[in-house]
């Protein structure tokens, strides 16, 4: 039977809307980029794989931030994928210190792009920008991936209600078959 919502259908505002995506359990990223000899990185969520074929990630950067510039105008990006031990490069990448200071945490290195790599991360992904929308505060970049390291083993750092929070694996019910995953459609 079809239930009544609790609430009448409003229109929701940036406030409400927040309120809403707090509930939205992310993995944290570090989206690093090079422009004219300068580092930039910035901690971001707001981050998901596109399509496999070609290998393409999807990222979501406000106009307002450092990072974004860097990436409009060089048109290269890395997704660094942090773990669980690593949250306080997460505040780094999102504090009051910005531009190469931030890179004083972490170890970097450099792939194909020239964007910095983190060696410590989970798994970095190269990749050059191939489309970018724009919509309100935001640009949307799709970048295809032209490198990626494996990096170290661990669990990810995972952001939910305004807070760092470590992946904890459930037991309950059957895996799934050998081979079928995400992907398996
Ligand atoms: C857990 C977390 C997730 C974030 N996700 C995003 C995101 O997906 N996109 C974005 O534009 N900003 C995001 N931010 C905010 C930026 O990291 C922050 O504004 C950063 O300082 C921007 O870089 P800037 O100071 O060099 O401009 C996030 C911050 C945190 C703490």
Redesign the pocket.
Known sequence: MEQKPAAASQPVDAGQFKIGMRTLA?A??I?TSMHAGHR????????CSATAEPPTVL????K?????NAVAKSKVFCVNVLRAEDWHL??A????Q??DT?FKNGNWTRLATGAPVLIDALVSFDCRVVKTLTHG??TVFLGQVEQMLIGQKGKPLL?SEGQ?AKLASLTLGEPLPEGLDYWGF
């Open positions: 992310g944290v990223n989206i930039h990185g910035m901690t971001a969520t707001a981050v990222v979501c950067i406000n307002l931030a450092a990072t974004h997460s505040t990448f999102s504090g009051a910005g531009g931030r505060s935001h952001y760092y």
